[in-house]
Protein backbone atom coordinates (compact mmCIF):
# COMPACT_ATOMS: atom_id res chain seq x y z
CA UNK A 1 0.00 0.00 0.00
CA UNK A 2 1.01 3.62 -0.86
CA UNK A 3 -0.35 6.85 1.05
CA UNK A 4 -0.32 9.93 -0.71
CA UNK A 5 -1.24 13.20 0.60
CA UNK A 6 -2.60 16.10 -1.58
CA UNK A 7 -1.72 19.56 0.67
CA UNK A 8 -4.59 21.24 -0.91
CA UNK A 9 -6.15 21.66 -4.28
CA UNK A 10 -3.77 24.71 -5.51
CA UNK A 11 -0.69 25.42 -3.84
CA UNK A 12 -1.46 29.15 -1.87
CA UNK A 13 -5.02 28.52 -1.19
CA UNK A 14 -4.23 27.15 2.08
CA UNK A 15 -5.04 24.44 4.18
CA UNK A 16 -5.49 23.41 7.98
CA UNK A 17 -2.25 23.10 9.60
CA UNK A 18 -4.02 20.32 11.86
CA UNK A 19 -5.19 18.10 9.04
CA UNK A 20 -1.65 18.19 7.89
CA UNK A 21 -0.42 16.89 11.10
CA UNK A 22 -2.85 14.11 11.57
CA UNK A 23 -2.52 12.80 7.60
CA UNK A 24 1.40 12.63 8.83
CA UNK A 25 0.85 11.14 12.02
CA UNK A 26 0.90 7.51 9.70
CA UNK A 27 3.39 6.92 7.61
CA UNK A 28 3.29 9.18 4.22
CA UNK A 29 5.10 8.00 1.11
CA UNK A 30 4.30 11.22 -1.44
CA UNK A 31 3.17 14.43 -0.70
CA UNK A 32 2.15 16.36 -3.59
CA UNK A 33 0.02 19.42 -4.73
CA UNK A 34 -0.66 21.18 -7.52
CA UNK A 35 0.26 25.29 -8.29
CA UNK A 36 -1.21 26.33 -11.79
CA UNK A 37 -4.35 26.00 -13.78
CA UNK A 38 -5.60 27.74 -17.56
CA UNK A 39 -8.94 28.71 -16.14
CA UNK A 40 -7.76 32.41 -14.84
CA UNK A 41 -6.92 32.88 -18.73
CA UNK A 42 -4.34 33.41 -20.80
CA UNK A 43 -2.86 36.57 -18.67
CA UNK A 44 -0.37 34.84 -16.57
CA UNK A 45 1.14 32.73 -19.30
CA UNK A 46 1.97 35.90 -21.32
CA UNK A 47 3.03 38.12 -18.00
CA UNK A 48 5.29 35.40 -16.05
CA UNK A 49 3.25 36.47 -13.08
CA UNK A 50 1.29 33.76 -11.57
CA UNK A 51 -2.40 34.33 -10.07
CA UNK A 52 -1.79 32.99 -6.57
CA UNK A 53 0.01 35.48 -4.24
CA UNK A 54 3.52 34.66 -2.80
CA UNK A 55 2.98 35.23 0.68
CA UNK A 56 0.72 32.32 0.93
CA UNK A 57 2.88 30.07 -1.56
CA UNK A 58 5.07 30.64 0.98
CA UNK A 59 3.10 30.07 4.14
CA UNK A 60 1.76 26.47 2.37
CA UNK A 61 4.92 25.67 1.14
CA UNK A 62 6.89 27.05 4.72
CA UNK A 63 4.58 24.49 7.13
CA UNK A 64 4.64 21.14 3.98
CA UNK A 65 8.15 20.91 3.28
CA UNK A 66 9.87 20.38 6.93
CA UNK A 67 7.64 17.73 7.59
CA UNK A 68 7.90 15.90 4.04
CA UNK A 69 11.25 15.86 4.68
CA UNK A 70 11.63 15.13 8.38
CA UNK A 71 9.17 11.91 6.78
CA UNK A 72 11.35 11.55 3.27
CA UNK A 73 8.55 11.48 1.49
CA UNK A 74 9.60 13.21 -1.82
CA UNK A 75 6.97 16.44 -2.54
CA UNK A 76 6.10 17.02 -5.87
CA UNK A 77 4.54 20.25 -7.40
CA UNK A 78 2.93 20.19 -10.53
CA UNK A 79 2.79 23.52 -12.53
CA UNK A 80 5.09 25.65 -10.71
CA UNK A 81 4.04 29.60 -10.45
CA UNK A 82 0.59 28.73 -11.80
CA UNK A 83 1.18 28.76 -15.63
CA UNK A 84 4.58 26.30 -15.15
CA UNK A 85 6.83 28.24 -18.06
CA UNK A 86 10.37 28.88 -17.10
CA UNK A 87 9.35 32.41 -15.63
CA UNK A 88 7.19 30.71 -13.15
CA UNK A 89 9.18 27.79 -12.46
CA UNK A 90 12.15 30.53 -10.97
CA UNK A 91 9.32 32.57 -9.28
CA UNK A 92 8.39 29.03 -7.27
CA UNK A 93 12.25 28.18 -6.92
CA UNK A 94 12.77 31.47 -5.05
CA UNK A 95 10.18 31.11 -2.90
CA UNK A 96 11.14 27.61 -2.07
CA UNK A 97 14.92 29.13 -1.02
CA UNK A 98 13.54 31.30 0.86
CA UNK A 99 11.67 28.75 3.22
CA UNK A 100 14.90 26.51 3.19
CA UNK A 101 16.95 29.18 4.27
CA UNK A 102 14.70 30.51 6.81
CA UNK A 103 14.41 27.03 8.68
CA UNK A 104 17.87 25.31 7.88
CA UNK A 105 16.56 22.65 5.11
CA UNK A 106 18.56 20.78 2.75
CA UNK A 107 17.60 18.54 0.15
CA UNK A 108 17.43 17.23 -3.56
CA UNK A 109 16.25 19.59 -5.55
CA UNK A 110 14.70 17.91 -9.34
CA UNK A 111 13.11 20.36 -11.91
CA UNK A 112 11.34 20.12 -15.09
CA UNK A 113 11.25 22.92 -17.23
CA UNK A 114 8.36 22.23 -20.11
CA UNK A 115 8.84 25.27 -22.31
CA UNK A 116 8.63 24.88 -25.98
CA UNK A 117 9.74 27.40 -28.64
CA UNK A 118 7.65 28.06 -31.72
CA UNK A 119 9.88 26.47 -33.90
CA UNK A 120 9.11 22.98 -32.12
CA UNK A 121 5.44 23.74 -32.51
CA UNK A 122 6.03 24.62 -36.28
CA UNK A 123 8.07 21.74 -36.90
CA UNK A 124 5.54 19.48 -35.37
CA UNK A 125 2.63 21.63 -37.66
CA UNK A 126 5.03 21.09 -41.16
CA UNK A 127 5.19 17.22 -40.05
CA UNK A 128 1.00 16.76 -39.68
CA UNK A 129 1.83 16.02 -36.22
CA UNK A 130 -0.08 18.85 -34.35
CA UNK A 131 -4.19 18.96 -33.80
CA UNK A 132 -6.40 21.76 -31.84
CA UNK A 133 -7.83 20.76 -29.05
CA UNK A 134 -10.93 21.89 -30.65
CA UNK A 135 -11.95 21.88 -34.07
CA UNK A 136 -13.25 25.22 -33.62
CA UNK A 137 -10.10 26.36 -32.83
CA UNK A 138 -7.80 27.06 -35.60
CA UNK A 139 -4.27 25.83 -36.49
CA UNK A 140 -2.83 29.59 -37.08
CA UNK A 141 1.10 29.35 -37.77
CA UNK A 142 1.24 33.23 -37.47
CA UNK A 143 -0.49 32.74 -34.17
CA UNK A 144 2.39 30.27 -33.42
CA UNK A 145 5.35 32.26 -34.76
CA UNK A 146 3.53 35.50 -32.64
CA UNK A 147 3.20 33.46 -29.40
CA UNK A 148 5.27 34.81 -26.72
CA UNK A 149 5.41 31.82 -24.79
CA UNK A 150 4.63 28.09 -24.92
CA UNK A 151 4.55 25.77 -22.61
CA UNK A 152 3.64 21.60 -23.37
CA UNK A 153 1.96 19.64 -20.70
CA UNK A 154 4.38 17.08 -19.09
CA UNK A 155 2.81 13.71 -17.88
CA UNK A 156 4.37 11.10 -15.48
CA UNK A 157 7.38 10.44 -17.28
CA UNK A 158 9.36 13.18 -16.53
CA UNK A 159 8.39 13.11 -12.51
CA UNK A 160 9.13 9.38 -12.72
CA UNK A 161 12.79 9.91 -13.58
CA UNK A 162 13.60 12.23 -10.93
CA UNK A 163 11.55 9.70 -8.38
CA UNK A 164 14.12 7.69 -9.61
CA UNK A 165 16.86 9.80 -9.18
CA UNK A 166 16.04 9.97 -5.81
CA UNK A 167 15.70 13.85 -5.36
CA UNK A 168 13.50 14.97 -2.18
CA UNK A 169 11.36 17.59 -3.59
CA UNK A 170 10.13 17.72 -8.02
CA UNK A 171 9.54 20.97 -9.10
CA UNK A 172 7.60 21.08 -12.50
CA UNK A 173 6.60 23.34 -14.73
CA UNK A 174 3.06 22.91 -16.70
CA UNK A 175 2.15 19.41 -15.72
CA UNK A 176 -0.49 17.12 -16.03
CA UNK A 177 -2.81 17.49 -12.59
CA UNK A 178 -3.06 13.99 -12.44
CA UNK A 179 0.94 13.52 -12.73
CA UNK A 180 1.59 14.94 -9.63
CA UNK A 181 -0.46 11.90 -8.23
CA UNK A 182 -0.29 9.80 -10.69
CA UNK A 183 3.48 9.60 -11.33
CA UNK A 184 4.57 7.81 -7.77
CA UNK A 185 1.90 5.19 -7.56
CA UNK A 186 3.19 3.94 -11.58
CA UNK A 187 6.91 3.92 -10.33
CA UNK A 188 6.33 1.99 -7.60
CA UNK A 189 4.25 -0.40 -9.84
CA UNK A 190 0.72 0.11 -9.08
CA UNK A 191 -1.94 -0.25 -11.69
CA UNK A 192 -2.57 2.96 -13.92
CA UNK A 193 -5.74 2.93 -14.80
CA UNK A 194 -6.02 3.43 -10.27
CA UNK A 195 -3.34 5.69 -10.11
CA UNK A 196 -4.54 8.06 -12.70
CA UNK A 197 -8.63 8.00 -11.70
CA UNK A 198 -7.30 8.40 -7.95
CA UNK A 199 -4.85 11.44 -9.35
CA UNK A 200 -7.67 13.12 -11.04
CA UNK A 201 -10.14 12.84 -7.60
CA UNK A 202 -6.88 13.73 -5.26
CA UNK A 203 -5.74 16.50 -7.70
CA UNK A 204 -8.74 19.31 -5.95
CA UNK A 205 -7.27 18.74 -2.82
CA UNK A 206 -10.40 17.94 -0.02
CA UNK A 207 -12.98 18.91 -3.22
CA UNK A 208 -14.67 15.70 -3.11
CA UNK A 209 -15.08 15.90 0.66
CA UNK A 210 -18.59 17.25 2.29
CA UNK A 211 -18.19 19.66 3.41
CA UNK A 212 -16.67 20.58 0.07
CA UNK A 213 -13.01 22.51 0.00
CA UNK A 214 -10.49 23.00 -2.57
CA UNK A 215 -8.58 24.53 0.61
CA UNK A 216 -7.70 21.54 2.41
CA UNK A 217 -5.34 18.12 2.71
CA UNK A 218 -6.79 14.93 1.21
CA UNK A 219 -5.59 11.32 1.85
CA UNK A 220 -5.25 8.66 -0.81
CA UNK A 221 -4.74 4.89 -0.43
CA UNK A 222 -3.66 2.97 -3.15
CA UNK A 223 -3.40 -0.71 -3.15
CA UNK A 224 -2.99 -3.48 -5.84
CA UNK A 225 -6.64 -3.93 -6.55
CA UNK A 226 -8.06 -0.51 -5.44
CA UNK A 227 -7.81 2.78 -3.89
CA UNK A 228 -9.31 4.67 -1.24
CA UNK A 229 -9.69 8.17 -0.04
CA UNK A 230 -10.28 9.83 3.33
CA UNK A 231 -9.56 13.72 3.98
CA UNK A 232 -7.52 14.39 6.83
CA UNK A 233 -9.74 16.87 8.32
CA UNK A 234 -12.02 14.95 10.73
CA UNK A 235 -14.91 17.20 10.40
CA UNK A 236 -14.54 15.99 6.35
CA UNK A 237 -16.16 13.60 4.78
CA UNK A 238 -15.57 11.24 1.73
CA UNK A 239 -19.03 10.08 0.51
CA UNK A 240 -19.74 7.67 -3.12
CA UNK A 241 -21.87 10.74 -4.69
CA UNK A 242 -19.24 13.41 -3.93
CA UNK A 243 -16.55 11.53 -4.73
CA UNK A 244 -17.97 9.81 -8.41
CA UNK A 245 -19.67 13.38 -8.91
CA UNK A 246 -16.01 14.90 -8.51
CA UNK A 247 -14.60 12.43 -10.91
CA UNK A 248 -17.09 14.62 -13.75
CA UNK A 249 -15.28 17.62 -12.81
CA UNK A 250 -13.66 20.08 -15.39
CA UNK A 251 -14.02 16.94 -17.70
CA UNK A 252 -15.42 16.98 -21.39
CA UNK A 253 -16.20 12.86 -20.74
CA UNK A 254 -17.37 11.74 -17.77
CA UNK A 255 -15.99 8.11 -18.48
CA UNK A 256 -12.57 8.88 -19.70
CA UNK A 257 -9.66 10.63 -18.85
CA UNK A 258 -7.06 11.58 -21.91
CA UNK A 259 -3.76 11.55 -20.78
CA UNK A 260 -0.14 11.81 -22.41
CA UNK A 261 -0.01 8.09 -22.26
CA UNK A 262 -3.40 6.62 -23.30
CA UNK A 263 -6.58 7.17 -21.62
CA UNK A 264 -7.89 6.28 -17.99
CA UNK A 265 -11.55 4.46 -18.96
CA UNK A 266 -14.40 4.87 -16.03
CA UNK A 267 -16.52 2.77 -17.51
CA UNK A 268 -16.42 0.22 -15.35
CA UNK A 269 -15.51 2.14 -11.96
CA UNK A 270 -16.85 0.68 -8.56
CA UNK A 271 -17.53 3.30 -5.61
CA UNK A 272 -18.12 1.64 -2.30
CA UNK A 273 -18.69 3.45 0.99
CA UNK A 274 -15.96 1.80 3.33
CA UNK A 275 -16.67 3.85 6.49
CA UNK A 276 -18.29 6.87 7.46
CA UNK A 277 -15.25 8.91 5.84
CA UNK A 278 -14.05 6.70 3.51
CA UNK A 279 -14.47 5.95 -0.11
CA UNK A 280 -13.02 2.26 -2.04
CA UNK A 281 -12.79 2.46 -5.57
CA UNK A 282 -11.81 -0.07 -8.13
CA UNK A 283 -12.76 -1.31 -11.69
CA UNK A 284 -10.96 1.96 -13.50
CA UNK A 285 -8.29 0.78 -17.00
CA UNK A 286 -6.00 2.77 -18.45
CA UNK A 287 -5.16 1.90 -22.01
CA UNK A 288 -1.93 3.11 -23.30
CA UNK A 289 -2.06 4.89 -26.14
CA UNK A 290 -0.14 3.93 -29.55
CA UNK A 291 0.77 7.61 -30.31
CA UNK A 292 1.49 9.27 -26.86
CA UNK A 293 0.63 13.22 -27.37
CA UNK A 294 1.58 16.60 -25.09
CA UNK A 295 -0.57 19.19 -24.95
CA UNK A 296 0.92 22.49 -26.10
CA UNK A 297 -0.79 25.70 -24.57
CA UNK A 298 1.03 28.91 -26.28
CA UNK A 299 -0.61 33.09 -25.44
CA UNK A 300 0.13 36.14 -27.75
CA UNK A 301 0.03 39.54 -27.29
CA UNK A 302 -3.11 41.02 -28.40
CA UNK A 303 -3.12 44.97 -26.73
CA UNK A 304 -3.44 46.46 -23.50
CA UNK A 305 -6.82 47.29 -22.12
CA UNK A 306 -7.84 50.11 -19.95
CA UNK A 307 -11.52 49.76 -18.58
CA UNK A 308 -14.53 52.29 -16.86
CA UNK A 309 -16.92 50.51 -14.66
CA UNK A 310 -19.93 52.29 -14.06
CA UNK A 311 -23.60 51.76 -12.80
CA UNK A 312 -26.78 52.96 -14.52
CA UNK A 313 -29.71 53.35 -12.05
CA UNK A 314 -32.55 55.01 -13.72
CA UNK A 315 -34.81 52.83 -15.57
CA UNK A 316 -35.63 55.42 -18.43
CA UNK A 317 -31.62 55.94 -19.25
CA UNK A 318 -31.24 51.72 -18.44
CA UNK A 319 -34.42 51.61 -21.13
CA UNK A 320 -32.53 53.56 -23.78
CA UNK A 321 -29.13 52.01 -23.02
CA UNK A 322 -28.53 50.30 -26.83
CA UNK A 323 -29.22 53.32 -28.30
CA UNK A 324 -26.95 55.44 -26.44
CA UNK A 325 -23.87 52.85 -26.60
CA UNK A 326 -24.60 53.13 -30.32
CA UNK A 327 -24.66 56.86 -30.44
CA UNK A 328 -21.26 56.24 -28.27
CA UNK A 329 -19.70 53.98 -30.39
CA UNK A 330 -19.73 55.97 -33.61
CA UNK A 331 -18.44 58.80 -31.76
CA UNK A 332 -15.71 57.58 -30.34
CA UNK A 333 -15.34 56.59 -34.15
CA UNK A 334 -15.19 59.64 -35.81
CA UNK A 335 -13.76 61.17 -33.23
CA UNK A 336 -10.63 59.08 -32.12
CA UNK A 337 -10.42 58.18 -36.15
CA UNK A 338 -7.78 60.48 -37.05
CA UNK A 339 -5.04 59.12 -34.81
CA UNK A 340 -6.71 55.45 -33.65
CA UNK A 341 -8.19 54.52 -37.22
CA UNK A 342 -11.08 51.74 -37.01
CA UNK A 343 -9.71 48.18 -36.72
CA UNK A 344 -6.90 49.22 -34.46
CA UNK A 345 -8.71 49.31 -31.22
CA UNK A 346 -11.74 47.26 -29.48
CA UNK A 347 -14.84 48.68 -27.42
CA UNK A 348 -16.72 46.51 -25.69
CA UNK A 349 -19.92 47.74 -22.94
CA UNK A 350 -20.36 44.97 -20.93
CA UNK A 351 -23.59 45.17 -19.14
CA UNK A 352 -25.30 43.23 -16.72
CA UNK A 353 -28.61 43.69 -15.04
CA UNK A 354 -31.81 45.87 -16.21
CA UNK A 355 -34.55 47.78 -15.67
CA UNK A 356 -36.00 46.39 -12.90
CA UNK A 357 -32.93 46.55 -10.72
CA UNK A 358 -29.80 48.65 -11.84
CA UNK A 359 -27.41 48.11 -14.56
CA UNK A 360 -23.41 47.96 -14.04
CA UNK A 361 -21.78 49.06 -17.46
CA UNK A 362 -17.99 48.34 -17.97
CA UNK A 363 -16.65 50.29 -20.75
CA UNK A 364 -13.85 48.07 -21.97
CA UNK A 365 -11.36 49.37 -24.38
CA UNK A 366 -8.23 47.52 -26.07
CA UNK A 367 -5.99 49.64 -28.04
CA UNK A 368 -2.50 48.64 -29.43
CA UNK A 369 -0.83 50.84 -26.62
CA UNK A 370 -2.11 51.81 -23.32
CA UNK A 371 -2.42 55.20 -24.30
CA UNK A 372 -4.51 54.10 -27.19
CA UNK A 373 -6.76 51.95 -24.97
CA UNK A 374 -6.80 54.88 -22.48
CA UNK A 375 -8.04 57.38 -25.37
CA UNK A 376 -10.64 55.10 -26.91
CA UNK A 377 -11.99 54.47 -22.77
CA UNK A 378 -12.17 57.98 -21.97
CA UNK A 379 -14.03 58.75 -25.22
CA UNK A 380 -16.57 56.30 -24.56
CA UNK A 381 -16.62 57.34 -20.75
CA UNK A 382 -17.01 61.46 -21.40
CA UNK A 383 -19.66 60.69 -24.04
CA UNK A 384 -21.80 58.19 -22.07
CA UNK A 385 -22.49 60.09 -19.34
CA UNK A 386 -23.44 63.02 -21.13
CA UNK A 387 -25.39 61.49 -23.86
CA UNK A 388 -29.09 62.66 -24.62
CA UNK A 389 -32.16 60.28 -25.24
CA UNK A 390 -36.19 61.18 -26.30
CA UNK A 391 -37.72 62.31 -22.50
CA UNK A 392 -34.43 62.26 -20.47
CA UNK A 393 -35.10 64.26 -16.95
CA UNK A 394 -31.58 63.44 -15.61
CA UNK A 395 -29.63 65.52 -17.58
CA UNK A 396 -27.02 65.97 -15.44
CA UNK A 397 -25.45 62.50 -15.83
CA UNK A 398 -25.82 58.88 -17.40
CA UNK A 399 -23.59 57.10 -15.13
CA UNK A 400 -22.67 56.66 -11.62
CA UNK A 401 -18.96 55.98 -10.92
CA UNK A 402 -17.75 54.04 -8.46
CA UNK A 403 -14.32 54.99 -8.34
CA UNK A 404 -11.97 58.01 -8.87
CA UNK A 405 -9.97 57.59 -10.94
CA UNK A 406 -12.67 56.77 -13.14
CA UNK A 407 -10.42 54.50 -15.71
CA UNK A 408 -8.20 51.51 -14.93
CA UNK A 409 -5.16 49.97 -16.22
CA UNK A 410 -5.38 47.02 -16.75
CA UNK A 411 -2.20 46.10 -18.55
CA UNK A 412 -1.51 43.73 -21.39
CA UNK A 413 -4.19 41.46 -22.54
CA UNK A 414 -3.16 37.96 -24.33
CA UNK A 415 -5.29 35.12 -25.84
CA UNK A 416 -4.35 31.65 -26.49
CA UNK A 417 -2.74 31.45 -29.66
CA UNK A 418 -1.64 27.60 -29.12
CA UNK A 419 -4.05 24.70 -27.53
CA UNK A 420 -3.13 21.59 -29.08
CA UNK A 421 -1.61 18.26 -28.73
CA UNK A 422 1.47 17.33 -30.18
CA UNK A 423 2.18 13.79 -31.78
CA UNK A 424 5.47 12.75 -29.85
CA UNK A 425 8.25 10.06 -30.14
CA UNK A 426 9.16 10.39 -26.32
CA UNK A 427 7.19 11.81 -23.77
CA UNK A 428 10.29 13.28 -22.37
CA UNK A 429 11.23 15.00 -25.82
CA UNK A 430 10.13 18.73 -24.07
CA UNK A 431 11.15 18.25 -20.87
CA UNK A 432 14.64 19.45 -19.26
CA UNK A 433 15.34 17.60 -16.26
CA UNK A 434 17.91 19.11 -13.40
CA UNK A 435 18.66 17.95 -10.24
CA UNK A 436 20.50 20.18 -7.86
CA UNK A 437 21.13 20.05 -4.04
CA UNK A 438 19.61 23.15 -2.01
CA UNK B 1 -44.34 22.71 -18.06
CA UNK B 2 -41.11 22.76 -15.31
CA UNK B 3 -37.86 24.53 -15.42
CA UNK B 4 -34.98 21.82 -15.95
CA UNK B 5 -33.45 23.28 -12.84
CA UNK B 6 -36.54 22.30 -10.67
CA UNK B 7 -35.34 18.73 -11.57
CA UNK B 8 -32.16 18.82 -10.86
CA UNK B 9 -30.04 18.70 -7.36
CA UNK B 10 -26.62 20.12 -8.23
CA UNK B 11 -26.20 22.57 -12.24
CA UNK B 12 -23.32 23.78 -12.87
CA UNK B 13 -21.14 25.29 -15.53
CA UNK B 14 -17.61 25.21 -15.74
CA UNK B 15 -14.45 25.29 -18.55
CA UNK B 16 -13.50 21.87 -19.56
CA UNK B 17 -10.21 23.96 -20.61
CA UNK B 18 -10.03 26.97 -22.07
CA UNK B 19 -11.84 25.66 -25.64
CA UNK B 20 -14.96 23.61 -24.16
CA UNK B 21 -17.86 24.61 -21.56
CA UNK B 22 -19.22 21.73 -19.30
CA UNK B 23 -22.28 21.16 -17.76
CA UNK B 24 -22.89 18.38 -14.69
CA UNK B 25 -26.76 18.20 -13.91
CA UNK B 26 -27.32 15.70 -11.02
CA UNK B 27 -30.54 14.70 -9.79
CA UNK B 28 -31.58 13.27 -6.56
CA UNK B 29 -33.10 10.02 -8.30
CA UNK B 30 -32.64 7.74 -10.92
CA UNK B 31 -36.25 8.50 -12.28
CA UNK B 32 -35.54 12.34 -12.51
CA UNK B 33 -32.63 11.81 -14.47
CA UNK B 34 -34.06 9.38 -16.86
CA UNK B 35 -37.38 11.90 -17.77
CA UNK B 36 -34.74 15.03 -18.22
CA UNK B 37 -32.25 12.34 -20.49
CA UNK B 38 -35.74 11.25 -22.78
CA UNK B 39 -36.76 15.12 -23.44
CA UNK B 40 -33.61 16.77 -23.50
CA UNK B 41 -32.15 16.97 -27.12
CA UNK B 42 -29.26 18.16 -28.18
CA UNK B 43 -31.45 21.02 -30.10
CA UNK B 44 -32.47 22.01 -27.02
CA UNK B 45 -29.74 22.83 -25.31
CA UNK B 46 -28.35 24.29 -28.43
CA UNK B 47 -30.91 26.56 -29.18
CA UNK B 48 -30.42 28.12 -25.48
CA UNK B 49 -27.16 28.77 -26.68
CA UNK B 50 -26.93 29.27 -30.26
CA UNK B 51 -24.10 26.97 -31.18
CA UNK B 52 -24.55 23.95 -33.61
CA UNK B 53 -26.14 21.13 -32.51
CA UNK B 54 -23.91 19.05 -33.82
CA UNK B 55 -21.28 20.23 -31.48
CA UNK B 56 -23.45 18.99 -28.66
CA UNK B 57 -22.67 16.03 -26.42
CA UNK B 58 -24.92 14.43 -24.26
CA UNK B 59 -23.49 11.67 -22.09
CA UNK B 60 -25.75 10.34 -19.17
CA UNK B 61 -23.61 9.46 -16.18
CA UNK B 62 -25.64 6.61 -13.89
CA UNK B 63 -23.19 6.34 -11.30
CA UNK B 64 -24.44 9.71 -9.52
CA UNK B 65 -28.02 10.45 -11.65
CA UNK B 66 -25.74 12.56 -13.44
CA UNK B 67 -25.89 14.14 -16.85
CA UNK B 68 -23.14 16.02 -18.84
CA UNK B 69 -23.45 18.35 -21.44
CA UNK B 70 -19.96 19.88 -23.05
CA UNK B 71 -19.39 21.98 -26.10
CA UNK B 72 -16.78 24.03 -27.75
CA UNK B 73 -17.00 27.48 -26.06
CA UNK B 74 -18.40 30.23 -28.65
CA UNK B 75 -15.45 32.76 -27.32
CA UNK B 76 -12.13 30.81 -26.26
CA UNK B 77 -11.90 31.52 -22.30
CA UNK B 78 -10.16 35.02 -21.96
CA UNK B 79 -10.56 35.58 -25.82
CA UNK B 80 -11.98 39.80 -26.55
CA UNK B 81 -15.68 38.79 -26.38
CA UNK B 82 -15.21 36.23 -23.53
CA UNK B 83 -17.20 37.44 -20.24
CA UNK B 84 -16.44 34.23 -18.22
CA UNK B 85 -13.48 33.18 -18.33
CA UNK B 86 -13.96 30.30 -15.85
CA UNK B 87 -17.10 29.46 -17.42
CA UNK B 88 -18.73 28.85 -13.74
CA UNK B 89 -21.86 31.06 -14.63
CA UNK B 90 -23.28 30.15 -18.19
CA UNK B 91 -25.65 27.63 -16.50
CA UNK B 92 -28.54 29.70 -16.45
CA UNK B 93 -29.80 29.11 -19.99
CA UNK B 94 -29.31 25.78 -19.63
CA UNK B 95 -31.82 25.66 -16.20
CA UNK B 96 -34.70 27.62 -17.37
CA UNK B 97 -35.33 25.30 -20.87
CA UNK B 98 -38.89 24.08 -20.21
CA UNK B 99 -39.65 20.39 -20.39
Redesign the interface.
Known sequence: MLKIVALNGLLGYGYSEEALQIAFSEHVDYLGVDAGS??????YLGSGRSFTDRGAVKRDLSLALPLALRHRAPFIIGTAGGAGSREHVEWLLGILREVAAEQDLHFSLGTVYSDVTAEYALGKLEAGRLR??????GTDREAILGSSRIVSQIGIAPIIELLRRGTDVIVCGRACDTAIYAAPCVYRGYDMGLAFHMAKIMECGAMCSEPLAAADVMQGYMYRDRFELRPASPSRRCTT?RV??H?????????MIYEPDGVCDLSN?V?VQKDARTVSVSGSVFREAEQKTLKLEGVKL?GYRTVCPAVINDPDTIRNVDAIIQTVTDFVRKTAGGSLPEGSY?L?F?KSGGPESSMCVIIDA?GKTQAAADTVCALARSRMLHTDYPGRKSTAGNLAFPFSPSDIHVGE????SV?HLAEVDSLLETSEICVSEV | MKKLSQYTK?LRS???????I?F?L?FETGEDMEYVRERLGRDLVAGAYGVDPA?V?I?P?A??N?I?I?F?RKH??????D?D??GCQQHVPLSQIEL
Do not use: C, H, W
Request: charged content about 20%; overall charge negative; aromatic content about 18%.
Open positions: TDPGPYPMSPSFAAATLYEQTDPYSFSEFRVVYEFF | IKNAGPLYTDIDRTYVVAKTPVSGSLRDIY
